[in-house]
């Protein structure tokens, strides 16, 4: 796991964001429109995969997993799928570029709360993880 | 399904959001960049379907569009960044570009992790299968391709993209 920089001191409690991406462009896009949306003072984690993933959540628990779906070694589904095999109860939402309704239905019926679709704005990240992160 | 639209229409309209709304930069679709006059060594990014369809959509634009987009992917200046971050973001736009394309295809399909190469054009052609469509774009005054080609399962030729039958027949 990359210890990702951030966060303002004067938060009371600072929300963890795990971010999971096979893609280290996207991991940065993803960190940097969460700020444009509004989200400041996150502490951010990163991993390529599901399986560094897994291993990350071994030693720290986020509050909050944003997950891709198609990666190598492990993908998004199967690790929200060994989460909650596990009985993790972590938040996650998955950002792809696949947005199919058959993507969608496996995405939220392993307990995904959301799916947010790769090309995504600071508005579309805003309305999916408003409930979530508050 | 966009009914009546061609699908060049579609794929232009997936390109050109991927590119703006990720790397931040104008771009224009353009008859006038025809794909043959690209035959300086080009960054080239393929990502396959397998499933009810097989093909493959492909990226191919000049190294120094690469670096330009990268630059503005990753928000930094493009004289910082290394080849092996141009690719990771050549690819992910190609990753983008394949994932929203998805949703047009005849039927579930497993997508690939893009893989990224130079190549010299003409050297090594961009198609599998039937072409479907080809889109040209300028970003920065430098010329980039899309190109999306494929078969039905079985290997026939005259799949029909979601209804696109016009441009999967030309």
């Known amino acids: 796991m990359v210890r990702a920089d951030t966060t303002a001191a004067f938060l009371e409690v600072t929300v963890t964001v795990l971010i999971v991406d096979d893609s280290r462009v996207m991991r940065t896009i993803v960190r940097r429109t969460l700020r444009q949306a509004g989200f400041d003072g996150l502490e951010f984690a990163e991993a390529s995969n599901g399986a560094e993933a897994l291993q990350a959540m071994q030693s720290s628990s986020p509050d909050l997993v944003l997950c891709d779906w198609n990666m190598p070694e492990m993908s998004g589904l199967e690790l929200l799928e060994q989460l909650r095999k596990s009985g993790s109860p972590v938040k996650l939402g998955f950002v792809t570029s696949e947005s199919t309704d058959s993507i969608r239905d496996k995405a939220l019926e392993a307990g995904a709360l959301f799916l947010v679709t790769k090309p995504f704005t600071a508005e579309s990240l805003q309305e999916c993880l408003q409930p979530v992160l508050g | ?170």
Request: charge should be negative; hydrophobic fraction near 40%; glycine fraction near 12%.
């Open chain 2, 1 to 170: 399904v966009i009914p009546g639209a061609s699908f060049e229409g579609a794929l232009a309209d997936v390109v050109e959001r991927a590119w703006t709304s990720t790397a931040g930069l104008p771009v224009k679709r353009s008859d006038a960049a025809r794909a043959n006059e690209m035959r300086e060594t080009l960054v080239q990014a393929r990502l396959h379907f397998r499933g009810a369809w097989h093909g493959v959509v492909v990226l191919e634009g000049s190294a120094e569009i690469a670096r330009h987009a990268a630059a503005g992917m990753f928000g930094t200046e493009s004289a910082l960044l290394s080849d092996e971050e141009i690719r990771d973001a050549w690819g992910e736009i190609t990753n983008i570009v394949g994932g929203n394309i998805s949703r047009f295809l005849p039927g579930p399909c497993q997508l690939s992790t893009p893989a990224v190469e130079e190549i010299q054009w003409r050297v090594k052609p961009a198609s599998e299968g039937q072409l479907i469509a080809e889109v040209m774009f300028v970003c920065n005054n430098s010329p980039f391709v899309v190109g999306l080609s494929g078969h039905g399962e079985g290997g026939h030729d005259r799949c029909v993209l979601g209804g696109y039958r016009d441009s999967a027949n030309r």
